[in-house]
Nanobody
Framework: QVQLVESGGGLVQAGGSLRLSCVVS????????MGWFRQAPGKEREFVAAISWTSRIVYADSVKGRFTISRDNAKNTVYLQMNSLKPEDTAAYYC????????????????WGQGTQVTVSS
């Protein structure tokens, strides 16, 4: 059974930093694209960042220059380093996996984690 487990969320003041981790079990993520998404209360889930299996990267405009996605295939883990956090970054953050290497940045993802809450106070 494939599982994605996020961690690293918490409460932080505006301007602070957090590092989210997503550990994948049950399957290697080495050859597959991974993504981070977020969902704030009352809003739809939105794309944050994605990394292909070749480590090509794309970010949402709202986080570009502040967030960094990375992957450690040896640890089967994807990270999201979040700096210069703003209150509008408050959301539940989810990682997701797409189990096909045929596209760098898929439009749909197959397996999702349970999410980790990030709250940024002003």
């Amino acid at each position: 059974q494939v599982q994605l487990v996020e961690s690293g969320g918490g409460l932080v003041q505006a301007g602070g930093s957090l590092r989210l981790s997503c550990v994948v079990s049950g399957r290697t993520l080495r050859n597959y694209p991974m993504g981070w998404f977020r969902q704030a209360p009352g809003k739809e889930r939105e794309f944050v960042a994605a990394i292909s299996w070749t480590s090509r990267i794309v970010y949402a405009d709202s986080v570009k220059g502040r967030f960094t996605i990375s992957r450690d295939n040896a640890k089967n883990t994807v990270y999201l380093q979040m700096n210069s956090l703003k209150p509008e970054d408050t959301a539940a953050y989810y990682c997701a996996a797409h189990w096909s290497p045929s596209t760098d940045f898929p439009t749909t993802y197959d397996t999702w984690g349970q999410g980790t809450q990030v709250t940024v106070s002003s």
